[in-house]
């Protein structure tokens, strides 16, 4: 249906003119699966629209094709179309290099999941258009779960719940240790979001800019002190590198540790990875802090940015393809090739349909998770400039902890030098 | 004796006692030494080459058994990643900037040596400052520069021009140029020899060696570009091989480990060529002396 | 000046003053290409840079405001820059030290006369051609706590499993060491053609008076090896500096965290985190500005230094 109204209106567009626009897509993904992928739906919509070549490339990891975009829309040399990830959001709106796709023409943004559309939708605009979307799920491993006398089919799903199962596992000796993750600020994201707490002031940053954080709050006490239970009863594991995402996967998939938090993105690796060491996965929902409510997880991922310094012909033709792109099927097919979340209710209607569900089981706790989301600004995720910084500021307090430093001390460190980081970068709008 | 030693010790490259002198008894500690510490120093690479023939989920795996996937992988990388187009680009950058290197440091130690002007002090200060300046630090400068003002974005010349003067090359060949006795200079100059022809006739005829080993470090260090490369060429088609392999790394926690091993393999052959074909000039190049 | 060839204590001071041929234009015409390169792809930049330093910046933002040394005295105060700073310099002395020993006493071995040693010599210096980042990759599989193959053979052996990259001084050491392994090739490469160049008598001379292999190597040789070892320490100092970066940044980030910092943040990992990742222009380009003159002051030491113990001529 996109794809007729495209042709219509790069009809209407070059129906006078002769030269053909060009969009350029930047992107992180280095891979040849997904950079392949791209690459073919590029060409299945320079192909139907003669008019529009949109030329994908690869601009490294999502920080390096940030800041190329920013020091070539400087030259006004800008690719009209950019794959920024979340966490750069408030970075890339404040940069000023790019507009809200709701600005350049009317879409119906309905047929979104809410706690995606959510993220990107600051002040009612939304400004760039979901894409590669994903949340944190917890992966056992089934095989070692019974030998400890533990029930695969109810994994823990709180902090308690996962503590215990620890005290089984050190007791069967199985020479694995319980739990392992990469420690990245994401996760405390979640977690705080699933207690119902923003993580920033002033509406999760959504109301006005940040300007402290609310890592003295009783949420974001028990997220550390869960943190300094494992490390005391030697439940916990990871490479010792901060946001080592392979390194943690590699971990769990060797069988040296029973359960493991990560991406929903990772399930079909993990699952293969998991086959080929001899082992069964098993998904389960994010555990969390024991006496809340389950409110949802936030969305990670990334989304489609458009420049604001491109012509208007290239900013259409931009929303085009990032519209194609995302249309429901080839959402459908993303999910499949890759295991990122459909953006789009009627993929997962269409996913369903095909049975999709019954062929994968895993990924359904991913969906209901994702879905069952409640809305809230503490669901929509927080937003600051310097949420790069602030992230890691929190994983280093975390591992702080991890160290054998106490929660108070450590807490009260982290929150000092986050607030800190949010007040210098606001500094640069005084 | 000393005497004829001195004709012939210089360049042979075996010095050290006991020759001769009864003490080959400890020799096999030397050899056990030097095999252990290559087994240390090669650990990493043997590792490498292992994981580069096993399958992507037993490269992360703590086996050590070679598999038989390494044209897999390769092929992978070569055609999937465009290594291929990588590794040709990376190499017109590594030759342009080596032989670059080599013609400018020679001019410019020409000028240091065999003429005396005024501020030579400061004109050899600023080369040799130079080397304190990575391009890491002065890289948002040097964009705007390079795509603005220069309007050579996505050209070649964008990572080629701006590293073509070298400080270590004009010191290695001052260096040598010095070493190399004064009376040639001058019987060349009463035969009416200019400084060019001088340099082309006489000095880079003596001077292979440390053309050579040169040559070596230079192309190492351009085939090493990663950071510059990636920044300021947008069109993939000129993009180098660091970028390419990185690319490979960082995708996101789907890293094709198997894939990346091979690559690595793989992009460390162009300069194990230079280096082999130049080990000799490696060698002696920074050693020279007025002794040849 | 730098003489990175160890060869006969012979002045050189006639041949610094020689002045061969003659015109002032000329020399300029062949320092030309080489200045100007410098001029608009180094020191132009680097103005811009200093100028940087002096305002608050943003380069995604794209804001400046000018601070005068503000950005200084927060880097000088900030406890966590200091401790960056002090780890930076335990890094180098570590690394140019045991390194320019070890490539010394590997080159030393394998140029005596024995079976093989040219196989010794190619097997020695060839992972020169491996760039810093694939090292890293490589020692960040090895050293895995968990997989890792290093952990492999301890926990087997002796039951042990070192925790290389979570714990502070472990991390800090591994890093070292992968730097100085790294820095190796380089290094014997130098120090061989250095040893292969020793003049024979002087050395035959030594044995001839019966002087022990320790004794030719510590009274002899290592003396006339002073000029290559000083011109090393040097390079090795900008490479501990600047290109432990790739390194650093594959295997640990910079991590663990410890005291304000972390415990393998070094000076340029610091700078890239700014400038780079956090994107704080201004306190980036006030970081560069110290480097370079910290490392001015370095190569002034190395003259003022060298001069005094070493004949480099001039």
């Not at chain 2, 960082?250 to 990346?260: I, K, L, P």
């Not at chain 3, 290109?243 to 070094?266: C, E, Q």
């Amino acid at each position: 249906m996109v794809n007729v109204k495209t042709i219509l209106l790069t009809l209407a567009l070059t129906g006078t003119a002769t030269a053909q626009t060009t969009v350029e897509f930047w992107h992180s993904f280095g891979d040849a699966k997904r950079t392949g992928w791209i690459q073919a739906r590029a060409d299945e919509f320079n192909k139907a629209n003669p008019g529009i070549k949109v030329v994908p490339s690869y601009k490294g990891s999502y920080n390096d094709s940030l800041q190329a975009t920013i020091l070539a829309a400087r030259q006004n040399k800008a690719p009209a179309l950019v794959q920024i990830f979340e966490v750069g959001s408030q970075l890339a709106l404040d940069s000023g290099a790019f507009q809200p796709v709701s600005g350049i023409k009317a879409v119906d943004f309905s047929d979104y999941i809410k706690p995606v559309i959510n993220y990107y939708t600051i002040g009612g605009k939304v400004n760039s258009l979901p894409f590669n979307s994903s949340s944190p799920v917890l992966y056992f491993n089934q095989e070692l779960m019974k030998k400890a006398g533990l029930n695969p089919k109810t994994p823990p799903t709180t902090y308690s719940g996962l503590l215990k199962a620890c005290q089984k596992i050190e007791a069967a000796k199985l020479g694995a240790t319980c739990f392992g993750m990469s420690l990245n600020g994401w996760f405390v994201e979640q977690w705080m979001a699933q207690q119902g707490a923003s993580l920033l002031n002033n509406g999760n940053g959504r109301q006005g800019r940040a300007t402290a954080t609310n890592l003295d709050s009783a949420a974001a006490k028990n997220i550390f002190s869960f943190f300094k239970t494992l490390q005391a009863n030697k439940a916990f594991t990871y490479t010792g590198k901060l946001e080592d995402w392979d390194g943690s996967d590699a971990i769990f998939t060797n069988q040296k540790t029973v359960f493991h938090i990560t991406s929903t993105a990772d399930i079909g690796n993990i699952r293969d990875a998991a086959k080929t060491s001899g082992f069964t996965v098993g998904v389960g929902v994010l555990p969390i802090a024991d006496g809340t409510k389950r409110n949802g997880v936030v969305i990670g991922g990334a989304s489609l940015w458009v420049s604001k310094s491109v012509s208007k012909a290239q900013a259409e033709g931009a929303l085009d393809f990032a519209l194609y792109m995302t249309n429901t099927k080839n959402m459908a097919d993303w999910h499949k090739l890759t295991g990122y979340y459909p953006v789009r209710q009627s993929s997962i209607e269409l996913l369903r349909k095909q049975g999709w569900f019954t062929q994968s089981p895993l990924q359904l706790v991913a969906f209901n998770q994702l879905t069952k989301t409640v809305p809230s600004p503490a669901t929509a995720g927080g937003l600051n400039g310097a949420a790069i910084q602030t992230r890691k500021i929190i994983e280093e307090g975390i591992q702080k902890v991890l160290a054998g430093q106490s929660v108070d001390a450590a807490m009260q460190e982290t929150k000092a030098r986050a607030d800190a980081a949010l007040n210098e970068y606001n500094a640069n709008f005084k | 004796m000393a005497r004829e030693l001195r004709g012939g010790a210089v360049g042979v490259g075996q010095v050290g006692a006991g020759r001769g002198r009864g003490r080959h008894g400890r020799v096999w500690v030397t050899h056990l030494a030097l095999i252990v510490a290559i087994l240390i120093i090669s650990a990493p690479l043997l590792f490498a080459l292992i994981k580069s023939t096993q399958i992507s989920s037993d490269v992360l795996s703590p086996k050590l058994l070679p598999g038989g996937a390494f044209f897999d992988n390769l092929s992978g990388v070569w055609v999937d990643a465009k290594l291929g187009r990588y590794m040709f680009n990376s190499t017109v950058l590594a030759v342009s900037v080596t032989v670059g290197k080599t013609i400018l440091s020679l001019l410019a130690a020409l000028a240091f040596v065999y003429f005396r002007f005024p501020l030579k002090g400061l004109a050899f200060t600023l080369v040799l400052l130079s080397l304190m300046l990575p391009t890491e630090v002065l890289i948002i400068a040097l964009f705007d520069l390079v795509s603005q003002d220069l309007k050579w974005a996505d050209t070649y010349a964008a990572i080629i021009v701006p590293f073509l003067a070298s400080a270590t090359g004009t010191f290695l060949f001052r260096q040598h140029f010095m070493n190399i006795p004064t009376s040639l200079a001058d019987a060349a100059r009463i035969d009416g020899c200019g400084p060019l022809l001088y340099l082309t006739r006489i000095l880079i005829p003596m001077s292979w060696n440390t053309i050579g080993a040169l040559a070596v470090i230079q192309f190492v260090y351009a085939w090493d570009q990663y950071i510059w490369p990636l920044v300021i060429l947008q069109n993939d088609d000129k993009q180098v091989v660091q970028v390419g392999l990185r690319r490979l790394i960082e995708v996101g926690g789907q890293t094709d480990w198997g894939a990346v091993m091979a690559g690595a393999i793989v992009t460390m052959i162009p300069p194990l060529i230079v280096f082999t074909a130049l080990q000799k000039q490696f060698s002696r190049g920074f050693a020279l002396t007025e002794d040849k | 000046m730098l003489k990175p060839a160890a060869t006969r204590a012979q002045p050189t001071t006639e041949a610094e003053e020689r002045a061969v041929f003659r015109g002032v234009a000329l020399p300029w015409a062949f320092l030309l290409p080489s200045l100007l390169i410098l001029a608009v792809f180094v020191y132009l930049p680097a103005l811009q840079t200093l100028r940087l330093a002096a305002y608050r910046a943003n380069v995604i933002l794209g804001t400046e405001r000018f601070v005068g040394l503000a950005n200084f005295t927060e880097l000088l105060l900030s406890p966590a820059y200091r401790q960056v700073a002090l780890q930076t310099l335990v890094f180098t002395v570590l690394t140019v030290s045991l390194g320019l020993l070890s490539a010394l006493g590997l080159a030393w071995l394998a140029s005596r006369p024995i079976r093989g040693a040219n196989t010794y010599r190619l097997l020695l210096i060839y992972p020169y051609a491996l760039s810093p980042a694939i090292a890293g990759t490589l020692w960040l599989f090895l050293f895995n706590p968990e997989i890792g193959v290093v952990n492999q053979i301890l926990g087997s052996l002796f039951d042990v499993r070192p925790r290389w990259l979570d714990t502070p001084s472990l991390a800090f050491g591994l890093v070292t060491l992968a730097a100085i392994w790294k820095g190796l090739a380089y290094n014997i490469v130098f120090y061989l053609a250095s040893i292969q160049n020793l003049p024979g008598d002087v050395m035959e001379a030594a044995e001839i008076d019966g002087a022990s292999g320790a004794q030719v190597f510590w009274r002899v040789a290592f003396p006339l090896l002073t000029p290559i070892t000083f011109f090393l320490v040097f390079t090795n100092i900008i490479a501990a500096l600047f290109d432990s970066f790739a390194l650093t940044d594959i295997l640990t980030k910079g991590g663990p965290y410890t005291g304000n910092a972390g415990a393998t943040t070094f000076l340029v990992y610091q700078l890239y985190q700014d400038g780079f990742v956090n994107f704080k222009t201004g306190a980036a380009a006030a970081q560069a500005a110290l480097m370079l003159a910290l490392v001015a002051f370095i190569t002034w030491m190395q003259f003022r230094v060298g001069e005094r113990q070493v004949h480099y001529g001039a």
